[in-house]
């Protein structure tokens, strides 16, 4: 079992800028391909950003590219999610979990899934 804690989220204005962390205990995660999603009010939760087992490749939706970088560090077990040019759009809570092998972009693709960081972008 695999339990995840999001970190680093808060309140910020438009154009700024947070890193999010994702701490793993339990198990590592070095053989998982990590994803960060987001709920909004109202929305149903939706894809953010990917990265594989080795970190060797990310994956964005379009809302993200450009502006969200996803990275790892296995010695620490740990996955981030630097977001800049925060916008208002962007409000919403935060997850990270551990992909079971489907499609990376797909939310139902996602176990373990931590309780969440709220990130808020005042415009």
């Known amino acids: 079992q695999v339990q995840l804690v999001e970190s680093g989220g808060g309140l910020v204005q438009a154009g700024g800028s947070l890193r999010l962390s994702c701490a793993a205990s339990?198990?590592?995660?070095?053989?998982?391909?990590m994803g960060w999603l987001r709920q909004a009010p109202g929305k149903e939760r939706e894809f953010v950003a990917a990265?594989?087992?080795?970190?060797?490749?990310?994956y964005y939706a379009d809302s993200a590219k450009g502006r969200f970088t996803v990275s790892r560090d296995h010695a620490k077990n740990t996955v981030y999610l630097q977001m800049n040019n925060l916008t208002p759009e962007d409000t919403a809570v935060y997850y990270c979990?551990?992909?079971?092998?489907?499609?990376?972009?797909?939310?139902?693709?996602?176990?373990?899934w931590g309780q969440g960081t709220q990130v808020t972008v005042s415009s």
């Open positions: 979990a551990v992909n079971r092998g489907g499609s990376l972009y797909s939310p139902r693709q996602y176990d373990f």
């Open positions: 339990g198990r590592t995660l070095i053989s998982y391909a």
């Open positions: 990265i594989s087992w080795n970190g060797d490749r990310t």
